[in-house]
Structures are given as structure tokens and as C-alpha cells.
């Protein structure tokens, strides 16, 4: 038999060879004696010779360096050779033919990897810039966020996350609005386009954002959001401060957030957490109180937390305005509407608040036309100026705000039920001063920071007796009461500590007989006063001691600790 008959009966006898010949990839393999017999298409092209032109030749005079005699020789296996072979670089896997025990060939499979290995390489190094990006988001302190196409967090780094007072692990995976309800980035991928500089509230800080489509392909993929500077109220005081430019917070009208509402009782903070709710929607808010609690301070925050918040807020003392003018300053007048009107008529408060919020403060002193017109715009949503023929589509959120008692108002005829309703769709009720005076001491430390700016000087604080005298008050002025008893001490003081002869003579006189009018609350606030008396005194007459002052007490030293801790005295 020639040796071309003999290699034919070889290839008849693997079926296989035909199966190679179709596969793509280069495949050769010789017999025991190293002679070629499948050199397949992907072979022929790699290395361009025929199979005639190989086929029952000696592999190793033909292609040099191939491993299969080494394979042949050893009869192990080699998995994963690199070669290079002109520009490409291959992988191979030469593998024994094993029949009946015996080495009967070797067989090689080729692939070339060179499109792989540069893909290898670009990944190495958009890993390691990806390193090098995540160590510069990680430690700046500009917050970065970023959401997918539906809105999921992909990426948040430390700044981001600190801000929003959660650990990145809380924030990934969750949509944007879960962590972020008012966010404004997942808006991006509607309409694609980007915004510098807006003024978005993160928890409680005003901060300045700007947000950014992530756009692959031409369509929008996401969004990124970037906070450009985290607390702008305390830039603004900084600034103030400093008596630096004058800021503009682009915000017309509402000048405080919750972070400027001093405060962390309970009744503050339950408080507070309403108003972050309540004011994303666009319901009505009826706020209640005692004169001086703070009602106007909420009433900026609910716009400020808003998402109007970059819309005027307008406020109108409706017990300020005389009667007869109530109508043309809420509503504006045309030109001509009565002798006296000025030439082109004027804007009213509605108007002017369009796009934002109207506060209606004092509405208890409304008069009974001007609450019909109200109602009117509350349920019509439009208004009329005076004179005129037309009306006008408004989109005003109302606050309004009161000290009276509006269910007492009603039952005498002064105040429409229907009004009241119509407001009182969220009610705050502010609770008076004396009923929360856990927050007496920060807001001494409030309004003394305060003054200090005002009067540059320093004062330091107020002395333990000062404070004392603070927290048997019944303070019927509320907060405001408070802020002018300070200011007026900072007129007195020469040193940097507040002590009771600063303050006005008749919180003296309920000092040196701790009376207190007796409203339905003053039993307990009596009662804290001269516990709180005879902790003091009991520490200064033992030098501190608190075990001896304990034992004259007649209480355990446990105890004592409770309670020096729940009257925050310092010693
Ligand atoms: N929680 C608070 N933190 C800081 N300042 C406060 C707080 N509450 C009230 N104030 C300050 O006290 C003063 C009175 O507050 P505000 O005018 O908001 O009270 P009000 O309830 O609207 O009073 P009125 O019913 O008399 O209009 C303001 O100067 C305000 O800044």
C-alpha cells in the first residue's frame, strides 16, 4: 500500500475528520509517527499551505514547532499555549489521541486571541482609571448620585451618602424617590436635559445641585446628580457674617427651613418630620398657636421644602391691611377700578404669588366678605382684580396662620365653616413654650449666637440661675418673648456671662417666689423648678460631691445622676 492510500484509509477510518474540516477554528493532527493527517480550512488559512500540500507529511518538517511531537513523545496534554504567529496572537490545545491505551496521534485547536487580548488590556485599564475615579468621588466633598434608566441607584459616594444621613449600602439598589422623595433627577431622563445650580432641599439643608443626563447612544440612560454646595443657609450667614456680598438664594420671599427651627423635643421634631411630608403635596396648611410660637417660621419652611420652592412666597397680615384694601391687595385692581387707583392698575398678592405660595397670617382677623372670596379662589382656583371683567387662573399653595380660635370664631358667627375646612386640610399646631422646655436651653444658645452677631461682641452663655429662671417661666410671649428678653440683656451686659440682673424685673419676681400664673400646666413646670433649686443647691453646698450631695437630698446617688442629667446641669 502506498504511503497515500494508507494516510486515505486513516482519514475513512475517523469520521471525525470531516466534522473537523468544518469547524472554524485551525485544527491539525498527525498520527504516531508525527505525519499529518487533518490539516482543516481554518489551518489552511492560517497557514497557508493546502492539505494537499501537508496531508501524510511530517508535521515537524512542515510546520516547525507546533508541540504535537512533544505531545506524541510525552503523551501530556498542553492547554492554553500562547503563540504569536505575524501580527495575531493565538491560543492552542494539543491534546493525545488515545486508542487502546496507546498514543495513536496528537490533535492541536487553535484560536486566535489577539481582539481578546486587547479587550483584556482596555479592561485593565478602565479598571484601574475606575480606581482612580472612585478614589477622587470617594474622598471630595461634592455629593455624587446617580440612577439608571428607571430610576435605581447605581452610585453614591460618601459625601452623598453622609448628607443624606444614610450608609451607601442603604442607598444602592433603591430607587431614587425611596431615598429621595421630591428628587427632581429622575425628571432628567424625561426630558434629557441638564440643570446647574438648583436649589433643592437634601433632609433639612438648602443645598445648591446640579443634575445631569447620562446619554449612551443618543437616548438617555440615567441621570447623575451633583451637590455643588450642601448647606447654603450657612453660607449665607457666613457671608452675612463676614459682611460680604450679599447673597441671592434666587428664592423671592421665604427665608427660613427647618434647619432654622430651633428645636429637637419631641413636639418640635414630630413637627418637623409633618412638614417634610406635607409639603411636597399641594394641600392646604391651617397653622396653629400662641402668639410668638413660631408659626410664621413654619409656615417658610413648608415652602421652602417644597417643590415651589423656587417660587415666590408671599406673605399678607391679614389683620395688618385695613379692611377696605384687603380686597385690592390680595386681589390687584384694573386700571380705573376707583378714584386714587394708580394708571395700569395693579398686581395683587394672588398674582404675585402664582407658581409659589400666599401665607395668610393673622386669618382669623379676616373680615367675613373677604373669607367668601377667599373660599372662592380655594375651590375655583382663579381670581378676579377688582374692576375687572376677566378672571385668572392661579396656582397659589395656601398657608394660613392664626392665634384665634377658629371653632369658637364659628360658633359666634365670625369665621366660615366652610373656610375653615377648606384650610384646615393639614393642621401644625405649634405648642407653646412652656410646654416644651426641653427646648429652652438651645434656644438661648440660639438667640445669644444671634446677638452676638448683631451687637459683635461675645457672650459666652447665661448663667445656671439665668437658665433656672428660664424654665419656671411660663413664657405667654412664647419664643418671640424670649428673643427680646436676650436682646434686651445684650443691651446690659458688660461682661460675656447673662446673669439675672440683666434680665426684666418681673421674671425676677417669679424667681424669688416661683409663682407662675396658674395656667393648667404650671403644677409640673413648679414642680421641676424646685427640684431643679435644690439639686443646685445641694451640689454647691458640697463642693460637687455628688455622693454627699445624694445623702442630703435623702436620695440615691443614681438618682442624683438621673436628674442632673435630665436638667442638664453642668457640674
Ligand atoms: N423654634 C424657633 N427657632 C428659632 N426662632 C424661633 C422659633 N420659634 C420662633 N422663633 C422666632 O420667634 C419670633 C416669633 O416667631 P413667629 O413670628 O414665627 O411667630 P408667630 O407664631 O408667627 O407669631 P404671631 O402669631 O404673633 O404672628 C421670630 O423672630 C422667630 O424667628
Redesign the pocket.
Known amino acids: 500500500m502506498t504511503l497515500q492510500n494508507s494516510f486515505n484509509k486513516h482519514i475513512a477510518e475517523q469520521d471525525d475528520s470531516y466534522i473537523f474540516g468544518s469547524i472554524a477554528n485551525p485544527v491539525i493532527a498527525v498520527d504516531h509517527r508525527g505525519r499529518i493527517t487533518i490539516f482543516n480550512h481554518g489551518c489552511e488559512k492560517l497557514f497557508g499551505l493546502t492539505y494537499d500540500q501537508v496531508s501524510g507529511k511530517l508535521v515537524s518538517e512542515i510546520i516547525p514547532y507546533t508541540g504535537l511531537i512533544k505531545v506524541l513523545k510525552t503523551g501530556k496534554a498542553h492547554i492554553g499555549r500562547k503563540f504569536v504567529l505575524g501580527n495575531a496572537l493565538y491560543v492552542a490545545n494539543r491534546t493525545p489521541i488515545i486508542r487502546n491505551g496507546s498514543i495513536v496521534g496528537a490533535i492541536g485547536v487553535i484560536q486566535e486571541i489577539t481582539e481578546l487580548h486587547h479587550m483584556a488590556e482596555e479592561l485593565k485599564q478602565v479598571t484601574r482609571q475606575k480606581k482612580v475615579l472612585e478614589s477622587i468621588f470617594k474622598n471630595t466633598n461634592e455629593g455624587y448620585i446617580s440612577i439608571n434608566s428607571e430610576g435605581y441607584i447605581n452610585f453614591v459616594n460618601n459625601a452623598m451618602a453622609e448628607l443624606l444621613s444614610l450608609s451607601p449600602m442603604d442607598i444602592l439598589g433603591k430607587h431614587i424617590t425611596e431615598i429621595v422623595p421630591e428628587s427632581k433627577t429622575y425628571l432628567i431622563q424625561f426630558n434629557g436635559r441638564s440643570e446647574q445650580n438648583q436649589i433643592t432641599y437634601i433632609g433639612d439643608k438648602k443645598a445648591l445641585v446640579s443634575r445631569y443626563p447620562v446619554i449612551e447612544n443618543g437616548k438617555v440612560e440615567g441621570a447623575v446628580s451633583k451637590v455643588v454646595y450642601q448647606d447654603l443657609d450657612k453660607l449665607a450667614s457666613m457671608l452675612t457674617k463676614n459682611k460680604q456680598v450679599k447673597t441671592n438664594t434666587n428664592m423671592p420671599g421665604a427665608h427660613?427651613s427647618l434647619s432654622?427651627?430651633?428645636?429637637n423635643g419631641k413636639s418640635?421634631t414630630k413637627l418637623k418630620d409633618i412638614v417634610r411630608r406635607v409639603a411636597r403635596g399641594p394641600s392646604t396648611v391651617l397653622?396653629t398657636?400662641?402668639?410668638?410660637?413660631?408659626?410664621?417660621?413654619?409656615?417658610h419652611a413648608v415652602h421652602s421644602h417644597s417643590p415651589r420652592s423656587n417660587g415666590p412666597f408671599i406673605k399678607v397680615n391679614c389683620a395688618a391691611v385695613p379692611e377696605n384694601l384687603l380686597e385690592s391687595e390680595l386681589f390687584g385692581y384694573q386700571d380705573g377700578a376707583f378714584t386714587g387707583a394708580k394708571k395700569g392698575g395693579q398686581i395683587g398678592k394672588f398674582e404675585l404669588a402664582n407658581g409659589g405660595t400666599i401665607f395668610l397670617?393673622?386669618i382669623g382677623d379676616m373680615p367675613l366678605a373677604m373669607q367668601a372670596k377667599i373660599l372662592r379662589v380655594l375651590q375655583e382656583k382663579e381670581i378676579e382684580r377688582l374692576g375687572g371683567h376677566n378672571t385668572k387662573k392661579v396656582n397659589v399653595r395656601i398657608i394660613a396662620?392664626?392665634?384665634r380660635d377658629l371653632t369658637e370664631m364659628i360658633d359666634s358667627g365670625k369665621f366660615r365653616q366652610d373656610l375653615y375646612y377648606r384650610l384646615n386640610v393639614v393642621n401644625l399646631n405649634?405648642p407653646p413654650l412652656r410646654e416644651r422646655k426641653e427646648?429652652i436651653g438651645n434656644?438661648v444658645k440660639?438667640?445669644i449666637e444671634k446677638f452676638n452677631q448683631a451687637f459683635n461682641i461675645q457672650v459666652t452663655g447665661c448663667s445656671e440661675e439665668v437658665l433656672n429662671i428660664f424654665m419656671g417661666y411660663h413664657w405667654p410671649g412664647?419664643?418671640?418673648e424670649?428673643?427680646n428678653i436676650i436682646e434686651r440683656a445684650f443691651n446690659l451686659v458688660d461682661g460675656q456671662v447673662i446673669e439675672p440682673e440683666h434680665l426684666p424685673h418681673y421674671l425676677l419676681k417669679q424667681k424669688e417666689t416661683f409663682r407662675q400664673p396658674l395656667t393648667e400646666k404650671a403644677l409640673p413646670a413648679l414642680l421641676e423648678n424646685v427640684e431643679r433649686e435644690a439639686l443646685l443647691e445641694a451640689l454647691e453646698k458640697t463642693g460637687g460631691n455628688k455622693l454627699q450631695a445624694a445623702k442630703l437630698l435623702g436620695i440615691s446617688r443614681a438618682w442624683l445622676y438621673k436628674k442632673i442629667k435630665q436638667y442638664q446641669i453642668d457640674h
Open positions: 427660613y432654622q427651627i430651633i428645636g418640635i397653622i398657636g400662641e402668639s410668638g410660637t413660631g408659626k410664621e417660621l413654619f409656615a397670617d393673622e396662620a392664626t392665634n405649634i427646648d434656644l440660639h438667640f412664647n419664643v418671640r424670649m428673643e
